[in-house]
């Protein structure tokens, strides 16, 4: 069986950009910055994902193909048409670990912005998906299922803490974006742009 | 990219069950001090019977939220298993709240990890009880302690057989020996 890239384990990348780039971004002292994330391709699936660490911060995202946000959906008794409307909004696994903050990592990604075209734009949100499914009569056990497995809209993780979720990121499959993250520790705002992600291509 | 046709729904979801079977993170093994009271809560086992939480005061407790599609929350049920193994004759107790599932897909998923999970495997169909407890994202897990006090917290999968993490759950037990 094919294997997608690992969305959990640090890649030999991961571990390259996890230690020396940890080490050597926490001694910056600007608590900002625009970086290029370090991207992966599956040889087996061509899913793309990139990764980062910045001040003991690391990131993950991993594509989630149009095709397999649909069938995971699909299976957690969603329609097609809500299925497939959310799986074509440029769905990520996401994952962020406090491997090494200065303190504890604070997230909202309401503060989290998508730039394309010269444009910066908020995040479609958990709770907008979940205000639609229940607008649209998605049925509640579908939507529990939705709810937990995004990634969570906020939270503080402590040292050691992380999670991964699904997010989506508003883009059509294919696009080609920058994201803004933006988190909190030790009462300092921290800013880096990841470049250059891209959508999942449709596979449906 | 290899396209899917309408064939590969079973592909498709294969192919993210492969993904999200994947071994958690090799973060630090921490676990957080928290101070509150556990919020109790009676659910039902895998086969009908019911679980209260307050039963178990006198006792340490994990206990841990979770779901059968969490990639980290199925790596670290083997683990819970062997911490479970080394340490229910102490005093010690596990609940797993699985978040949202049926029956039949929790038999599926214990069969599928090739281990036998002996620890009570409760149902919380709505999450009213995952809800209620401050859990913000699967899995997350709390220590209570024998006076119904959560005084742990982790956020992630954990390896619960790690030497730390027992070690923790040892002084824990041990610390309020009465």
Redesign the interface.
Known sequence: ??????????STAGARLAAPLGVALMLLAAPAGARDAAQSVDAE???ESWEAAHHGV?IKL?Q??P??A???Y???GFDAAPANRFAGACVF?T?L???AAPGPVAFDLRDWRLIQGGTERPLTQRDDWLAEWKRTGVP??AR??F???Q??T??T?????????MHSYGGAPGDRFNLKLVWKADERTYRTVLRDLRC??D?? | MPRLHSSGWAFALALLAVSLAAPAADGPQTLTGVNFMAKDFTLNDADGRPHRLAELRGKVVLVNFWATWCPPCRREMPSMQRAYDMLKSKDFAMLAVNVGEDVETIFGFSFATGVELTFPILLDRDSAVTNAWPVRALPTSFLIDRDGRAVFRAVGGRDWDDPKLIGAIRELVGAQDR
């Open positions: 069986m094919p294997m997608t890239p690992d969305p959990n384990r640090r699936t061509g899913i690391y991993m989630i193909t095709g397999q649909l069938a995971f699909l299976a957690r696994m994952l670990r406090n491997d509640e056990p529990v299922a709810h937990w497995a990634f969570p906020r939270h993780y402590e040292r050691g803490d992380w999670n991964q979720g999942a291509p596979d449906r």
